[in-house]
């Protein structure tokens, strides 16, 4: 069975960071791209960044770019975001996803893992 497993998030300072971990099992991880995605209260899922399977073709979303960083090591099945200088507005649950985002947002998940940023 597919699974994903979030972690690394927690409650950071304005212009704080934080480094989320999605650890994947049970399928072929270095043959997957895979997503980050997150949900604000009262919002939709929102894509945050996609990176190919062998990490080297990445895309973030206008609101992070420059600011969080996608990566993976396919060694040990897992994948990363690098949130830096982060903002009120960046508060979510943030989820990893497998594969290219769909547009049906029916991607599996993970439970997540919560980010607020707050002073």
């Known amino acids: 069975e597919a699974q994903l497993a979030e972690s690394g998030g927690g409650l950071v300072e304005p212009g704080g960071s934080l480094r989320l971990s999605c650890v994947g099992s049970?399928?072929?991880?270095?043959?997957?791209?895979m997503t980050w995605v997150r949900q604000a209260p009262g919002k939709k899922l929102e894509r945050v960044s996609e990176i190919s399977s062998d990490g080297t073709s990445i895309y973030y979303a206008d609101s992070v770019k420059g600011r969080f960083t996608a990566s993976r090591d396919n060694a040990k099945q897992t994948l990363y975001l690098q949130l830096n200088n982060l903002k009120t507005e960046d508060t979510a649950m943030y989820y990893c996803a497998q594969g290219w985002w769909s547009p049906s947002a029916d991607n599996l998940r993970g439970q997540g893992t919560q980010v607020t940023v707050s002073s």
């Open positions: 049970g399928f072929i991880f270095d043959k997957q791209p």
